[in-house]
């Protein structure tokens, strides 16, 4: 029976394990355990190519980059908390120092765009050629 991706059982242990360890031998014994070492070498490069294999292990490798990369509001929610000082994931021998929390404090500000200068001016200034050179060239 095939799951929803369209792989079997094996296939799917195999792509599993193909994900974790990057090796496509060992990922078919694992999935195959009576076959040989000859034929998971052939037949394990084989199958991660597959169109339903190797789309699996593309779903599970954007999966799990995914769930490690921070969005934008948890960067802030983050700098947030670490401003205010309550931090809720470090444990409670773990503390904020006033330093890291002025520094989360001016990426806040500067997220927001806090520190730009109160007043900004536009200076136009005209170019003014003067030709002090004199005489034509060739005049001598």
Same mark, same amino acid.
């Given at each position: 029976? #095939?799951? =929803?991706?369209?792989?079997?059982?094996?296939?799917?242990? %195999?792509?599993? =394990?193909y994900f /974790? !360890?990057?090796?496509?031998?060992q990922?078919?014994? /694992?999935? &195959?355990?009576?076959?040989? &070492?000859? !034929?998971?070498n052939s037949n394990g490069h084989i199958l991660k190519d597959k169109?339903?294999?190797?789309? %699996?292990? #593309? %779903? *599970?490798?954007d999966t799990v980059r995914n769930d490690r990369i921070m969005t934008a509001e948890e960067v802030l929610v983050g700098l947030s908390d670490i401003a205010?000082?309550?931090?809720?994931?470090?444990?409670?021998?773990? $503390?904020? &120092?006033?330093k890291d929390r002025v520094k989360? *404090?001016?990426? *806040?500000? $500067?997220?927001?765009?806090?520190? /730009?200068?109160v007043s900004k001016q536009e200076i136009e200034q005209k170019v003014v050629i003067v030709d002090d050179i004199g005489g034509d060239v060739g005049d001598e």
């Open positions: 029976m #095939k799951n =929803e991706w369209g792989l079997t059982p094996s296939e799917e242990i %195999f792509a599993i =394990e /974790t !360890t990057k090796n496509a031998t990922a078919y014994l /694992t999935a &195959y355990p009576d076959a040989s &070492y000859t !034929t998971a169109p339903e294999v190797k789309a %699996f292990i #593309k %779903f *599970l490798m205010k000082g309550n931090d809720t994931k470090l444990s409670r021998h773990q $503390k904020i &120092y006033t989360a *404090l001016e990426l *806040l500000a $500067k997220h927001y765009q806090l520190l /730009t200068e």
